[in-house]
């Protein structure tokens, strides 16, 4: 029997010497990276970094592969090793027995108890947010959905240690700081070098988010209490290697890497999720509709997160439509199979979750925004279709958390009030960190004030 060799790798088309494909990237990286998966077949060659293959993998089986079956063999790869060198080594960057050893460390502060803890004050901070806005008033729900998120962390890391104005410096810093990182994955390393106004904003802002949680750090360990915070479990967290307590610039590191992965991403999804209710009627009467006979008056709690199913289904279409992650890679230590192919060592592979999740093959009709496709039992989704939280050893370790954070937060939003969208507004999504509206401006309406 002759075995058939697979057709080669095929090569974007576009690239230019120094920069790859930084241009298409930094012109229109989602748009981009959508052509690779209309004009490509499985695998598709791109340069991010002159001198490194990166190979874009497409097909879901395949993905599934790089994830869970190659996992343990692979790296991080260069997304998560320039978030690591932006922001410092942490459970999101770290690769191996690192990562093991680190996750474990932080598994606690996600554990069912401490979720259940959090919920009042996800609720509460939800709260405080509706009544900040004033009805009638046109608000920017992108970066009041940022607001939002960090307030959320904010009381669930530092039990809202931070004063107001510190708080404001470091909501205004870490900003910054994810638009930065998101910039610097597209772009090659010589140009963070360069004494660019861009680059110097950059780092004074890391520099200072850095300075704001050590400075947290130091005055809860000279406290000596334990608030029963995510920061107080870090304080507590041994080195496995040496027994020794984290030093305090792991403890930065950790939650500065949580605050730029977690925040953006809530972020993003709650603004997506507010959109689609927006637009459409019926699915916001039907949230409704369910929050009333599921909760009546009550306010949402931990136990009332599953007793939700169309609310989930709503929050799972946004994750798909609009899902938050436009390049997750990987990198080989040695010559790897992928499939019917072998990638030499040192190759990059990258997959695309906001692209994938948008493909007709997979997706009937994938542009629509439809909650009960969930429902379709015949809707059979190959291994590696749908993956909102990553798949294999390093699937996001906050994957309860931020469910509950969403379901929490929009209970909690959409039973106080109701947005307008201004009549033929287009509402673009743009990748930075993370996939998130351009700009989603509308105007804020009372619903009802009994439920809190």
Not at 305 to 325: D, K, M, S
């Amino acid at each position: 029997m002759t075995l058939v060799a697979p057709p080669p790798i095929p090569r974007a088309a576009g690239s230019v010497p120094l920069l790859g494909h930084a241009v298409q990237l930094m012109r229109d990286n989602l748009a981009f990276i959508a052509s690779l998966r209309e004009n490509y077949g499985p695998l598709v060659e791109i340069t991010l970094q002159p001198g490194t293959r990166t190979v874009i993998v497409q097909d879901p089986e395949l993905i599934r592969t790089m994830l869970v079956d190659l996992g343990p063999a692979l790296d991080k790869g260069r997304f998560f090793e320039k978030m690591g060198q932006l922001l410092g080594d942490s459970v999101v960057t770290a690769a191996g027995q690192e990562h093991v050893r680190k996750r474990r460390q932080l598994q606690p502060a996600f554990a069912r108890p401490e979720i259940t803890r959090y919920v009042d004050i996800m609720r509460a901070e939800a709260t405080a947010a509706v009544d900040s806005w004033t009805p009638g008033r046109t608000l920017d729900v992108r970066e009041a959905m940022v607001k939002l998120s960090l307030d959320m962390l904010a009381k669930t890391v530092f039990s809202g240690s931070l004063d107001e104005r510190t708080f404001r410096r470091l909501r205004q810093d870490l900003s910054v700081v994810m638009n930065g990182v998101g910039a610097r994955i597209m772009l090659p390393d010589w140009v963070e070098r360069l004494p660019l106004p861009f680059n110097r904003r950059f780092t004074a802002a890391r520099d200072a988010v850095r300075a704001t949680i050590s400075q947290a750090v130091t005055d809860l360990q000279a406290s000596g209490h334990d608030t029963g915070d995510m920061l107080s479990l870090l304080l507590r967290a041994k080195d496995e290697e040496t027994g020794e307590p984290l030093t305090g610039h792991q403890i930065c590191s950790e939650i500065l890497t949580l605050a730029v992965a977690g925040t953006e991403t809530t972020a993003s999804v709650l603004s997506w999720v507010l959109y689609e209710l927006t637009r459409d009627p019926d699915i916001e009467d039907r949230v409704l509709a369910e929050l009333e006979e599921v909760l009546g008056d009550a306010p949402v709690t931990f136990e009332s997160v599953p007793r939700l199913p169309y609310l989930n289904r709503v929050i799972q279409e946004a994750l798909r439509l609009h899902h938050t992650g436009w390049l997750v890679t990987r990198r080989t230590l040695k010559e790897t199979s992928l499939g019917p192919w072998t990638v030499p060592a040192g190759t990059e592979l990258a997959y695309c979750q906001h692209a994938l999740h948008r493909d007709p093959a997979l997706f009937p009709d994938p542009l629509t925004f439809d909650p009960d496709r969930w429902l379709d039992e015949e809707q059979a989704l190959p291994d590696g279709a749908f993956l909102p939280f990553g798949a294999g050893k390093h699937k996001c370790i906050g994957d309860r958390f931020a469910l509950t954070e969403l379901i929490t937060a929009i209970a909690t939003i959409v039973r106080r009030i109701r947005f307008e969208l201004a009549p033929g507004q287009t509402v673009r999504p743009v990748a930075r960190a993370t996939v998130r509206p351009r700009t989603l401006l509308m105007t804020v309406r009372p619903r009802r004030t009994s439920a809190q």
